[in-house]
């Protein structure tokens, strides 16, 4: 099994609809991240979240929010999606013994469609 | 403005030979450098990481190199196989934040 489970692995949506995607870790890292992939761009962050209660907003939070309902599991939403938030969605996770730049564990990916 | 370019964009090179990948970047103040390989459909996963004083680190037919001085680093794959046909991303950290930089990778395609 993977340490990092992203669910759903692919979505396709309509716009204004309320989408959930998850991501749960069995690495036992404090620090959980939401990032977005486009073609031609970087990935960018969304949100990321270092401990339960700690909720930080990223480069384009703008449209999604988060939610980190234990340490384990970090969840992203959007409220009402747009055909501009299709895109490749990755949740990632590090150990905060690694400091503030540890090695990025990545789950599988979450493919996002807005029609 | 803290920003990490890889080039070049694309790359298709007939297995076993040899090729190399560029990154440049100008994040400061700098605090390591890693190359990761993003197979199509699945998540990055770091080949290796690259720290202020290193200059050389080799993961099996992976070498990365690094000048800190002219920032920039490559990383050299030797005797490419098919499975190596991936995306190579140049991720930067700025020291003392939580800040990873992200360059637009490399698709490396490796013809039998």
């Known amino acids: 099994d993977a340490d990092v489970t992203q669910t759903p692995r692919n979505r396709i949506t309509k716009t204004g609809k309320r989408i959930m995607l998850e991501c749960s870790q069995t690495?036992?890292?404090?620090?959980m991240y939401w990032y977005r992939q486009d073609p031609g761009l970087g990935l960018r962050l969304i949100y990321y979240?270092?401990?339960?209660?700690?909720?930080n907003k990223g480069e384009i939070s703008d449209g999604y929010s988060v939610s980190r309902q234990a340490q384990a599991k970090f969840s992203l939403s959007l409220e009402s999606a747009i055909p501009n938030q299709t895109a490749l969605y990755f949740c990632?996770?590090?150990?905060?013994?690694?400091?503030?730049?540890?090695?990025?564990?990545f789950g599988e990916g979450s493919r996002l469609t807005v029609l | 403005k803290n920003q990490v370019e890889q080039s070049p964009q694309s790359l298709i090179i007939l297995e076993g030979k040899n090729c190399t990948l560029q990154?440049?970047?100008?994040?400061?103040?700098?605090?390591?450098l890693r190359w990761y390989k993003q197979d199509t459909g699945r998540g990055p996963v770091s080949l290796t990481i690259?720290?202020?004083?290193?200059n050389t680190k080799s993961n099996g037919r992976y070498t990365a190199t690094l000048d800190a001085d002219t920032k920039q680093s490559s990383l050299h794959i030797t005797a490419s196989q098919l499975s190596d046909s991936a995306s190579y991303i140049c991720?930067?950290?700025?020291?003392?934040?939580?800040?990873?930089?992200f360059g637009t990778g490399t698709r490396l395609k490796v013809l039998a």
């Open positions: 990632a996770t590090s150990d905060r013994r690694d400091g503030n730049t540890g090695e990025l564990f």
């Open positions: 690495k036992g890292h404090d620090r």
């Open positions: 979240s270092f401990d339960v209660k700690d909720i």
């Open positions: 990154c440049n970047y100008t994040v400061s103040p700098f605090s390591n």
């Open positions: 690259m720290t202020f004083s290193e």
């Open positions: 991720v930067v950290s700025h020291s003392g934040t939580y800040k990873y930089i």
